[in-house]
């Protein structure tokens, strides 16, 4: 863990040698995410609200998922860009050295720029709680940090899924983005909304929905059971294939030449 | 056993073909071809501990690949490969402890901050204790002469600086083996100076084994006693440096200086020309000696100087390629 935080603080002087670039990228981060969050206010003004979600609500779910992908954007980006390790060939390098290999790719980038869309997703987070009269007790509190607790983790080992297929082909990399950006366009909206398969399949195969559905119902008082409440945890879970995938794709790693 | 013990290690990789063109691109992209490369082909050797083998061959002949088996790095088809008691890439977090590796091409080194910051990061990757790592890493900076540039960001230094602090950074945990892949790439004069010195001091004073790949025969005939020849994917020549450039050392060059004239028939002089000062000859040993030929001169002419030179080594490399075909 050591390692982990003393690469994150050399990246950060890294990125910090382009002071610039750095300030520049990190507003521009800002602005164009503001647009992601206009467009849903765009969107309720014209209904009132979506099967049952007002807009608050909407925004909330929104806002986790935000902070997910972004926390993972920023911490585990050596994993989104996972691609460019092998291609460039500094995987070698990892396999070189005496520690585990996810660590490795952890520790290998990060992008503070994105810290930005981290801040904003709570700001978001904030203005919508304080707007939905939320009965606030204890239970509730430990539902909302475990849901943003497990949209790290959903992500985390999305990312690993997708840094998995690299090592079986570094072409058609879109195909992976279905699973990250397109996975993460429809979770930010209660999964509810959907049609019955999609909510299977966010349930069963990729499983949003324990991090931003079933909780959210608890949080927002329309279930009572506290497995809704505690149901993000199941998440975990997920990530064991996850891990499992990714040292099987190890074994087949073929390097590039040089 | 030897301490590394390499057997009949294979590995094939399978490599998208594809022609050239928009329309070529247009169709792989829908359909692909696939052939099947052999990278190395039942590859064996042993080498023993403290030896300095030179790894040569032309590009492509699977230098880096066999370098990536033994590092740990790729895992062969089949075959087997025990380095100080231990498969590298089973054992590898236990292995990799022990070898250090220099890729010429690719950096170690963090680009926007100074080498010593991940000099610093190593010795928490490689767990390596304070105290050794201070000894270990001052007396690097010493040899290498890196005081000046070590708190410099990387991606100012020039590439001969770059490439010392990069032999340094692999060296930080002592590793009893080095491998390096082509360390004087693209270097000046001075610089191959330094690395080659360096490298010769450490296999010295350490006992490190080291396996070097490199196209400067000037790195193996310094540094290396031994070399082993790969091509193809085959080892086409395992054993001294000498005895190699005995076998194709045929020709010798030799300059005489006089002011008579010369005239001289054998078999064994493949070229005569005058120059201003005398003669050059160039002459095949395999029909005439060296004392051969001074003796017919010698009762012709007064020779005032004479010079003899060996082949160029490249020149012996060059032939080797095309009599193995490679």
């Given amino acids: 863990m050591k390692i982990y935080f003393k690469s994150l603080a050399m990246h950060l002087k890294g990125e910090l040698e382009y002071r610039v670039d750095f300030i520049l990228s990190f507003l521009s981060q800002i602005l164009v995410f503001f647009t992601y969050y206009f467009i849903i206010i765009a969107l309720f003004t014209k209904f009132e609200h979506i099967k049952g979600f007002t807009l608050y609500e909407v925004l909330l779910c929104f806002s986790i998922i935000q902070f997910g992908f972004s926390f993972n954007e920023v911490f585990a980006r050596g994993i989104d860009k996972f691609d460019d390790l092998i291609i460039q060939g500094n995987f070698d390098r990892l396999l070189l050295r005496p520690r585990n290999i996810i660590l490795q790719v952890l520790c290998s980038n990060s992008d503070f720029v994105k810290v930005s869309r981290l801040i904003q997703a709570l700001i978001i987070m904030f203005i919508a709680t304080i707007h939905l009269s939320i009965d606030w007790n204890i239970t509730r509190v430990i539902t909302l940090l475990l849901m943003l607790l497990s949209s790290c983790i959903i992500f985390f080992g999305i990312f690993l899924m997708a840094a998995a297929y690299c090592f079986f082909t570094i072409q058609g990399l879109e195909v992976r983005n279905v699973f990250t950006d397109g996975g993460k366009h429809m979770a930010q909206y209660p999964i509810g909304v959907f049609q019955k398969g999609f909510v299977y399949f966010f349930t069963f195969v990729i499983p949003y929905a324990f991090v931003n559905y079933y909780p959210l119902l608890y949080f927002l008082g329309k279930k009572d059971s506290l497995f809704y409440a505690f149901s993000p945890l199941l998440v975990l879970l997920y990530l064991i294939p996850c891990i499992i995938i990714f040292y099987w794709g190890m074994k087949r790693y073929t390097s590039v030449g040089s | ?326």
């Fill in chain 2, 1 to 326: 056993m030897s301490f590394i013990e390499v057997k009949q290690i294979s590995k094939t990789f399978r490599v998208n073909k594809k022609k050239s063109g928009l329309k070529e691109s247009i169709k792989s992209f829908f359909k692909r071809d696939f052939i099947d490369v052999k990278a190395v082909e039942d590859i064996s050797f042993s080498i023993e501990e403290g030896e300095i083998v030179g790894y040569i061959g032309p590009n492509g002949a699977g230098k880096s690949t066999t370098i990536k088996i033994l590092s740990g790095i790729l895992i062969p088809d089949s075959g087997e490969c025990v380095i100080d008691q231990m498969t590298p890439w089973k054992n590898r977090v236990k292995y990799v402890k022990k070898i250090g590796v220099v890729f010429g091409q690719r950096s170690q080194l963090w680009w926007d901050i100074p080498a010593e910051d991940t000099f610093d990061l190593l010795k928490d990757i490689y767990e390596i204790p304070e105290e050794e790592y201070q000894t270990t890493k001052e007396d690097l900076i010493y040899r290498l002469n890196l005081q000046d540039i070590i708190n410099i960001p990387v991606r100012q230094l020039s590439l001969g600086q770059r490439m010392r602090c990069e032999i340094a950074a692999s060296l930080l945990h002592n590793p009893k083996i080095l491998f390096l892949d082509e360390p004087t790439i693209g270097l000046d004069a001075v610089s191959k100076q330094v690395v080659r010195d360096f490298i010769k001091k450490i296999n010295k004073e350490k006992k490190t084994t080291v396996i070097l790949t490199s196209h400067d025969m000037a790195d193996i005939t310094s540094l290396a006693k031994r070399i082993i020849l790969i091509g193809k994917g085959h080892v086409l020549y395992d054993g001294s440096l000498k005895k190699l450039q005995n076998m194709y050392e045929t020709e010798k060059y030799v300059s005489i200086k006089t002011k008579d004239k010369l005239s001289i028939r054998n078999k064994g002089i493949k070229e005569k020309t005058k120059t201003k000062e005398g003669y050059d000859l160039i002459i095949d040993t395999r029909y005439i000696t060296i004392s051969e030929l001074l003796n017919i001169v010698s009762k012709k002419i007064t020779i005032d100087d004479i010079e003899i030179d060996h082949e160029n080594i490249d020149n012996i490399i060059v032939k080797l390629y095309e009599d193995y075909k490679i």
